[in-house]
């Protein structure tokens, strides 16, 4: 995985833009999504989704100090991290915003988790539509967690411009 890729997933991961995941900021996630999607703090998706991501933030957390640095996010991310810990973690969150459970998310769906999760409405909207490829007004489970993985492991997928909207991050120019 490239860099770059890299660098946009974790800026998108440090909300507040301190240069350090931390375990509150990780776990923030689940909650704004649980809310956006009218989920109530103890149903047991989100319970599910909780323990998901507690598990992905402790693998992500090399030196166990309670954040997480870029370095440490550089060094853990990848295919391996993905199937062991992100595509549950991830799917988790699918689940949250799937209100009738069946496997797809409609636009809005799409639009709320996508938001809550740290993409604007734009990015989240050209995501859609990326991956709205049968053109049905839904976007199913696999074919999210398969954009995700893919641009995580290459740099590239349906949904690369989601990642902060196609715009260079910051913390990206001033690495270079």
Known sequence: MSD??????????????????????YLARVDRAASASGRD?????????????????QQMDGDGDGG??????????????????????????????DADNDGRLTRQEFTRLR???GNTAAGAAAAFDALDTAG????HRAAYLAAIHDYLTT?????S???VDGRPDPRELSAR
């Open 4 to 25: 770059r890729a890299k660098r946009r997933i974790f800026a998108m991961l440090d909300a507040d833009g301190d240069g350090v995941i931390s375990h509150d900021e």
């Open 41 to 57: 703090p103890l149903d047991p998706l989100v319970a599910v989704a909780r323990a998901a991501h507690r598990e992905v933030f």
């Open 68 to 97: 997480v640095t870029f370095d440490e996010y550089r060094a853990w991310a990848g295919h391996d991290a993905f199937e062991q810990s992100c595509r549950p973690a991830l799917g988790s969150l699918f689940d949250l915003a």
């Open 115 to 117: 938001a809550a999760t």
């Open 136 to 139: 049905d007004g839904t976007v």
């Open 155 to 159: 740099g590239r997928s349906a949904m």
């Open 161 to 163: 411009d989601a990642y």
